[in-house]
């Protein structure tokens, strides 16, 4: 059913919009987002997508129209990276609060300063907290069932969140990789029509982002908090039916070669995809590592982690941001709260790599988990700087 | 929203805390926030509407007699009326005089 092409991964996203039948879409270009948008306006421009395209002056405007027309109704995506998604953040955490569902990919790049063009996690983490569904991508195939998947589950009814997804700039977004196309019946069967609980409309007036004033803030935040919690069956039923759908089965958490692993490294991303082949080479050294990928970042999936490590004795987890003056990367943190409950846990050390596109070879996993053996105690270092 | 605000739970609120039913600022008491208070004398107004059109929240009445009388409920006292007035017939007083 499904047909295999070779095709960039920036084409594959953009095309599985156009398939996903959005309405509005709003960017301001910005690499390594670039080559999404601008397949997309080309779909537009040439008659193949029924969409609005609406270049705005700027990130911040790009959020607030993806906001209105999400208001009003329409399937909504946008796209971003880096200083783009810092400068549109302001809606970004509104849109989440308003209850907007939307789609956005953000293809990943470091913050200022230095300027860096290139992939790390840094602007992703800035928002970590900012109520949006947020998904790691590996590889191309998973970036382009994503789009469905993300419109899917952010209209969803019983979820009405809006749905990020990360890929890494460059080393995702222009590459060129086997893609399997969804025929159009079958996205039409996955993804109906959105149905928004409220929008605006003369003939129903409502209004959205009416001031709370402290007697029912509380009260609100306390709503958006119990409404993200009751996500997770929601996305994992999306991905189930994905795979029904397709074949291809999504979790929050993809193992490799954890059965009896003692030392399990931890990614999230594109890197995953490296680190599986240091955890090959390592593995015919008998030495017993697994890896543990995180797909689904936001709502954290605490329990699949603490299964997914329960046989291991040293967790080394990669981070591609820092957290100034914090306990280490955001993902150290997040696995470390994770583990602490537990009565015996492992031992969590934390590698801070790949910053600004520098290059994280197999072999650096190698060496990564050497260290990690010898060197005891809790800790997070930056690894492969020239001292 | 029937329920007085102090008695409003996280369930009641509208998904997106939508407010679905239009106009219903009108019965938020901005009058609340008020430091000072305009008195009005009567015998020093012309008639004139100066306060009416400046007004920043329609807080004041033009009666069929041609004057004026401040509605409380929403005056927040911000003193433009006064500030605006030709003859000096409004002024301003500490809520507690």
């Given at each position: 059913m499904a047909t295999r092409v070779g095709m960039e991964v920036s084409i594959a996203a953009a095309e599985a919009v156009k398939q996903a039948n959005a309405d509005i879409i709003a960017a301001y270009p910005i690499t390594p987002q670039t080559h999404i948008v601008e397949h997309l306006s080309e779909l537009v421009n040439d008659g193949e997508l029924d969409a609005e395209f609406i270049p705005v002056e700027s990130e911040h405007s790009a959020m607030s129209v993806c906001a209105g027309s999400s208001a009003a109704g329409a399937r909504t995506f946008t796209c971003t990276s880096s200083q783009g998604l810092i400068l549109m953040s302001e809606i970004v955490y509104a849109v989440a609060s308003l209850r907007l569902p939307m789609l956005m990919i953000l293809a990943n790049r470091s913050l200022n300063s230095p300027l860096s063009i290139w992939n790390d996690h840094s602007d992703v983490m800035s928002v970590r907290d900012c109520g949006w569904i947020q998904v790691f991508m590996e590889n191309g195939q998973e970036v382009y069932d994503h789009v469905f998947i993300g419109f899917r589950v952010a209209e969803d009814r019983n979820v009405i969140i809006p749905f990020m997804m990360n890929i890494d700039g460059?080393?995702?977004?222009h590459v060129i990789e086997p893609i399997g196309l969804l025929e159009q019946e079958v996205v039409d069967r996955y993804l109906p029509p959105f149905q928004p609980l409220y929008r605006l409309h003369p003939n129903n007036p409502v209004t959205m982002g009416a001031f709370g004033p402290p007697i029912l803030f509380t009260e609100a935040k306390k709503a958006q908090d119990e409404a993200f919690n009751k996500t997770m069956p929601h996305i994992i039923k999306a991905w189930q039916e994905f795979g029904d759908l397709t074949g291809r089965y999504y979790h929050p958490i993809e193992t490799y070669r954890?059965?009896?692993?003692?030392i399990v490294i931890i990614t999230q991303g594109s890197l995953g995809e490296t680190a599986s082949i240091g955890i090959d080479m390592m593995r015919e050294e008998k030495e017993p590592v697994g890896l543990v990928k995180i797909r689904?970042?936001?709502?954290?999936?605490f329990a699949e982690l603490r299964e997914a490590v329960k046989e291991a004795e040293l967790v080394v987890v990669m981070d591609r941001a820092i957290s100034y003056?914090?306990?280490?990367g955001p993902l150290a943190g997040e696995v470390r709260s994770a583990l602490y409950p537990q009565e015996s846990r492992p031992r969590v050390a934390n590698f801070i790599i790949g910053l600004g596109g520098r290059d994280v070879a197999p072999e650096d996993f190698v060496q990564m988990v050497q260290q990690a053996k010898a060197q005891p105690g809790e800790w997070y270092e930056i690894y492969g700087v020239r001292e | 929203m029937a329920k007085p605000e102090n008695e409003?739970?996280?369930?009641?609120?509208?998904v997106g805390i939508v407010?679905?039913?239009?106009?219903?600022?009108?019965?938020?008491?901005?009058?609340?926030?008020?430091?000072q208070r305009p008195v009005y004398a009567t015998e020093r107004?012309?008639?004139?509407g100066t306060c009416y059109i400046y007004c920043p929240d329609m807080a004041i009445k033009i009666l069929r007699d041609g004057y004026i009388e401040h509605?409380?409920?929403?005056?927040?006292?911000?003193?433009i009326c006064a500030q605006e007035c030709p003859t000096g017939a409004i002024t301003m007083v500490e809520e507690e005089e």
């Amino acid at each position: 059913m499904a047909t295999r092409v070779g095709m960039e991964v920036s084409i594959a996203a953009a095309e599985a919009v156009k398939q996903a039948n959005a309405d509005i879409i709003a960017a301001y270009p910005i690499t390594p987002q670039t080559h999404i948008v601008e397949h997309l306006s080309e779909l537009v421009n040439d008659g193949e997508l029924d969409a609005e395209f609406i270049p705005v002056e700027s990130e911040h405007s790009a959020m607030s129209v993806c906001a209105g027309s999400s208001a009003a109704g329409a399937r909504t995506f946008t796209c971003t990276s880096s200083q783009g998604l810092i400068l549109m953040s302001e809606i970004v955490y509104a849109v989440a609060s308003l209850r907007l569902p939307m789609l956005m990919i953000l293809a990943n790049r470091s913050l200022n300063s230095p300027l860096s063009i290139w992939n790390d996690h840094s602007d992703v983490m800035s928002v970590r907290d900012c109520g949006w569904i947020q998904v790691f991508m590996e590889n191309g195939q998973e970036v382009y069932d994503h789009v469905f998947i993300g419109f899917r589950v952010a209209e969803d009814r019983n979820v009405i969140i809006p749905f990020m997804m990360n890929i890494d700039g460059f080393m995702l977004t222009h590459v060129i990789e086997p893609i399997g196309l969804l025929e159009q019946e079958v996205v039409d069967r996955y993804l109906p029509p959105f149905q928004p609980l409220y929008r605006l409309h003369p003939n129903n007036p409502v209004t959205m982002g009416a001031f709370g004033p402290p007697i029912l803030f509380t009260e609100a935040k306390k709503a958006q908090d119990e409404a993200f919690n009751k996500t997770m069956p929601h996305i994992i039923k999306a991905w189930q039916e994905f795979g029904d759908l397709t074949g291809r089965y999504y979790h929050p958490i993809e193992t490799y070669r954890t059965d009896e692993a003692k030392i399990v490294i931890i990614t999230q991303g594109s890197l995953g995809e490296t680190a599986s082949i240091g955890i090959d080479m390592m593995r015919e050294e008998k030495e017993p590592v697994g890896l543990v990928k995180i797909r689904l970042w936001r709502p954290f999936p605490f329990a699949e982690l603490r299964e997914a490590v329960k046989e291991a004795e040293l967790v080394v987890v990669m981070d591609r941001a820092i957290s100034y003056g914090g306990p280490g990367g955001p993902l150290a943190g997040e696995v470390r709260s994770a583990l602490y409950p537990q009565e015996s846990r492992p031992r969590v050390a934390n590698f801070i790599i790949g910053l600004g596109g520098r290059d994280v070879a197999p072999e650096d996993f190698v060496q990564m988990v050497q260290q990690a053996k010898a060197q005891p105690g809790e800790w997070y270092e930056i690894y492969g700087v020239r001292e | 929203m029937a329920k007085p605000e102090n008695e409003i739970t996280w369930r009641d609120l509208e998904v997106g805390i939508v407010v679905n039913e239009p106009g219903n600022a009108s019965v938020y008491c901005t009058g609340d926030w008020r430091s000072q208070r305009p008195v009005y004398a009567t015998e020093r107004c012309i008639k004139c509407g100066t306060c009416y059109i400046y007004c920043p929240d329609m807080a004041i009445k033009i009666l069929r007699d041609g004057y004026i009388e401040h509605d409380l409920y929403y005056c927040k006292g911000c003193g433009i009326c006064a500030q605006e007035c030709p003859t000096g017939a409004i002024t301003m007083v500490e809520e507690e005089e």
